[in-house]
């Protein structure tokens, strides 16, 4: 079994296995997405924007095997804990904010957060998933 670049957990344990096809962008990957999946819009529009433009295939080799999948997965899943629970975001937003000012980081260094995040937005719009939201959901729209 491969392991992650830490070595703490196996890929195959770390994704889910939810069906559809092999993504052929993910080779490292034993599990299957479909083709729909936001995933791989995560993976190669906004793991390089919070990584000051590195590419995922640079990033794994720097960091290790997974390391990108791991981020966009995390990411993924930190954008369903924001809607389902926005006072834990802000708790741990407000708590990661004190460590890093806590810890000699200047308060300049957090605006490059304010960038990235600004980036994300014009990268992954909303509209782009609008369509599968407004066929899957009878309550949830967007408009375009």
């Known amino acids: 079994m491969r392991s992650l670049g830490n070595d703490s957990q196996g890929i195959e344990e770390f994704f889910d296995d939810d069906g559809g096809a092999l993504s052929d962008e993910h080779p490292h990957v034993h599990g299957f997405l479909p ?3 936001p ?3 995560l993976y190669h529009g906004v793991t390089p924007i919070w990584h000051d433009g590195e590419s995922p295939e640079d990033l794994d080799d720097r960091f290790g095997e997974g390391y990108t999948c791991g981020f ?3 990411f993924e899943r930190g954008i369903v ?3 389902m629970k926005p006072e834990w975001a802000v708790g741990w937003y407000r708590a990661v904010r004190e460590y890093y000012l ?3 980081h200047p308060p300049d260094d957090l605006q490059s957060w304010e960038r990235c995040a600004e980036e994300t937005a014009r990268a992954s719009p909303v509209a782009v998933w609008s369509a599968w939201i ?3 959901s009878e309550t949830l729209t ?3």
């Open 142 to 144: 967007f408009e375009h």
């Open 134 to 136: 407004l066929e899957e």
């Open 39 to 41: 995933h791989p819009q």
């Open 102 to 104: 806590a810890s000699n």
């Open 81 to 83: 804990m924001i809607m």
């Open 35 to 37: 083709d729909d999946h």
């Open 72 to 74: 966009s997965t995390g």
